[in-house]
């Protein structure tokens, strides 16, 4: 059929309903990243000293849940089919992905199974001190989500380079992934000693404060993976991709805490370079005419 016999409202409908079904592809990562973050909190209930594979299986849902996560973002940007029901359902699949599951995680294997001691008393004392931290950890990581959705154009506290993307503040997926790193590193046998609860929970509420501060984090945004680039970088992803498939323990767990040491490091790097830079000179006084 010749174009003039064809009706005029023919391919206005049918761009609006591929428009309206290319919604679903984000939407289904982000659904996914939902769904491992229920994973990892029922094998989170389900762990215990005698089967400690459940923690493991916890942490490596929370790592899959953060590839998606990069996923639905990316993918909306490059289908042109962002939304503001895109993002609001975002940031409530990463409340359950990376708020609550890293938070129970985090307290079912390291504090839930504190062996006793004559002194009870300080094991109580730990186990309060743990249960502190998780919960502010979620209240931390959904702290950062809210400030993220409402602010334009935010500015770290210690400024970097020029034309590089950061974060103002460590993004939750990073908080969730460095508890997710160091169970794996365990390959999920829980904390028992009182000492090593103490270690923990300060992790905990580290990884806290920096999701809640205003120091940088590189973004990783200003990457295009539609742009051509040398040989070499396919290398090295492909040596990614092999350690995390061989080595997965190690070089994740070497990964989350280089990326959150990143940010301490960029801030003390900031202040020292303050303290030790002239003071301005004073302005000369014009004498009056």
């Avoid at 950890?137 to 602010?151: D, P, T």
């Amino acid at each position: 059929m010749t174009a003039e016999y064809r009706r005029a409202d023919d391919r206005p409908p049918r761009s609006r309903r591929f428009r309206r079904g290319i919604y679903l592809l984000p939407s289904l990562f982000t659904t996914l990243n939902m769904a491992l973050g229920y994973y990892a909190l029922y094998h989170s209930i389900l762990g215990s000293a005698a089967e400690p594979w459940h923690y493991d299986n916890a942490a490596k849902a929370i790592g899959f849940a953060i590839i998606f996560d990069g996923l639905d973002g990316r993918i909306a940007r490059m289908t042109n089919t962002e939304s503001d029901f895109g993002r609001e359902f975002d940031s409530l699949a990463d409340v359950i992905t990376f708020g609550v599951a890293p938070a129970l995680l985090a307290w079912m294997w390291g504090f839930r199974l504190l062996a006793p001691l004559n002194g009870a008393d300080l094991i109580a004392r730990v186990v309060q001190l743990g249960a502190i931290a998780t919960f502010l950890f979620l209240v931390a990581g959904a702290s950062r989500l809210a400030r993220f959705n409402i602010q334009v154009n935010p500015q770290p506290s210690n400024p970097g380079r020029p034309g590089k993307k950061y974060f103002v503040g460590m993004p939750i997926p990073a908080g969730a992934g460095v508890i997710a790193a160091i169970v794996h590193f365990t390959d999920g046998v829980p904390v028992t000693s009182w000492w090593m609860g103490l270690i923990w929970a300060a992790l905990v509420f580290a990884t806290a404060y920096l999701m809640i501060s205003t120091w940088r984090f590189y973004s990783f945004k200003d990457i295009d993976f539609r742009s051509r680039r040398p040989f070499w970088v396919v290398v090295i992803v492909a040596g990614v991709i092999a350690c995390i498939r061989y080595f997965s323990e190690y070089f994740l767990f070497f990964l989350a805490l280089f990326y959150m040491l990143s940010g301490v490091l960029a801030r003390l790097m900031y202040i020292l370079r303050r303290r030790g830079s002239p003071p301005p000179p004073p302005l000369e006084a014009t004498p009056a005419p």
